[in-house]
């Protein structure tokens, strides 16, 4: 089960007008995308690994604010809510945990590939919107490509995940986060068929 990671923090006072009055910031909430670590966890047994590359992700929503979305007034940044890292690293890592769990298998990024059979995954995120109370939306198209010799050719695909949210920020995250969750499955779903010589279709939706 996916757990929401909410850390809080405000800023202390500052000294301002040459130390002649003071100011003080609103407290500062902190979210994040990243899945806990499960309890018990194995180590990967299928006999492929995955390299995930870089969340491309459109650079209006990737700022240290949320970007939240409303019918009348569009995207608005939340001064006071914030991500703990920057959202394409975020989702990238959000994505490889997931990964890792759906498929059994290693992310080496950044890591020596060695001998091993490696499916490079691409995602370029298209949309990601949030609106608190209605949904969180997740457009994505990506890519599965097998770096292996004579192993079939690139499956291209794409996802629109819209999961329905309530009121707060909290519950948005959680949205995320099962968007997230249900983008892994889909690339998983034809990734290990791709691992093993087969070509699969891309899921629907």
């Not at 500052?14 to 002649?20: R, T």
């Not at 004579?150 to 695909?157: A, F, K, P, R, T």
């Amino acid at each position: 089960m996916i757990r929401l990671s909410r850390l809080k923090g405000a800023f202390s006072a500052a000294v301002c007008a040459f130390g002649l009055a003071a100011c003080s910031s609103a407290p500062i909430h902190y979210y994040t995308l990243v899945p806990s670590a499960p309890a018990g966890a194995r180590a990967p047994t299928a006999d492929f690994a995955f390299e995930l590359l870089p969340v491309q992700l459109p650079a209006d929503v990737d700022t240290p604010q949320l970007v939240v979305r409303d019918g009348q007034s569009g995207e608005q940044l939340m001064d006071n809510e914030h991500w703990i890292a920057p959202l394409s690293d975020q989702i990238q890592q959000a994505l490889s945990a997931h990964l890792s769990l759906d498929l059994s298998a290693q992310d080496l990024t950044g890591l020596p590939q060695g001998q091993r059979h490696v499916l490079r995954v691409r995602v370029n995120v298209r949309r990601f919107e949030s609106m608190p109370g209605q949904h969180a939306l997740l457009e994505a198209a990506w890519v599965v490509h097998p770096l292996w010799q004579g192993q079939g050719h690139d499956l291209v695909c794409s996802s629109l995940i819209r999961v329905p949210v309530t009121a707060g920020y909290e519950a948005l995250m959680l949205g995320h986060q099962q968007a997230l969750a249900t983008l892994s499955r889909q690339i998983a779903s034809v990734a290990a068929p791709l691992a093993s010589g087969l070509t699969p279709a891309c899921p629907a939706g």
